[in-house]
């Protein structure tokens, strides 16, 4: 019998019939064991999370990391993992997953340099202290989401990098454009515009699309940093 693919885009849960999946001493393989270890972690999140932190950590370094809509906190600490001087993270979620504390609970055991530096907020972004100095991240903001992120990431001068999904015209500013491009695009065009506008440097990515279809990630500073 063929076996099936293994899917980075599953929401199929990792447990420990995956630990042959990730055999290697490599940093990814690490957290994929790790990750089996929990249980709990839907296997489309691992991917998601390390190709965004990998991407993002190439360009920005240090800082607190402020993951918004963070869910179980993965991204977060992948970034303190990818780069061990950013001091802290902090997880923002209105609804956390009840999962998150096991999350980081096999993660501090593999690595416990993290323990005490990631902190979990149940909030949201409205009424978020963001400084200067922090990277700003989030991975699948819904919608109107990104747009607030964006939003408080300039008011504050801070790094950002978002990966948008459930782009609603309803909701969203396509900005005219849909004579042109799909709507989802046409928005994400109107996002770079605006960071442009307001003086930061955008870097355009994708993730593998095997991941998700909505890869698009915006990576943001202001000019001054970079």
């Known amino acids: ?38 249980g709990c972690l839907p296997r489309k999140e691992l991917y998601e999370a390390w190709e965004v932190a990998r991407r993002t950590r190439r360009v920005f370094r240090g800082g607190r990391v402020v993951d918004i809509a963070g869910g179980h906190g993965l991204l977060a600490h992948l970034m303190l993992l990818l780069d061990d001087t950013s001091p802290t993270a902090l997880v923002v979620d209105p609804a956390p997953p009840a999962s998150a504390d096991r999350i980081q609970r096999v993660l501090v055991q593999t690595w416990p340099k993290l323990d005490g530096r990631v902190t979990y907020i149940k909030g949201r972004v409205d009424a978020l202290q963001i400084s200067r100095d922090d990277v700003v991240v989030s991975c699948h903001a819904c919608g109107a989401l990104t747009d607030r992120i964006i939003e408080r990431a300039i008011a504050s001068g801070a790094r950002l990098a978002v990966l948008p999904c459930c782009h609603d015209e309803a909701t969203c500013d396509a900005g005219d454009l849909t004579g042109w491009m799909d709507a989802a695009l046409a928005i994400d065009a109107v996002r770079v515009s605006r960071l442009n506008s307001h003086g930061y440097h955008v870097r355009t990515q994708t993730i593998p699309a095997e991941i998700t279809p909505k890869n698009r990630l915006i990576l943001a500073e202001p000019r001054a940093h970079a």
């Open 1 to 38: 019998m063929t076996r099936p693919r293994f899917s980075p885009s599953s929401r199929a849960r990792l447990t420990y019939h995956d630990l042959g999946r990730f055999p290697g001493t490599s940093l990814f393989d690490r957290v994929g064991r790790a990750l089996c270890e929990a």
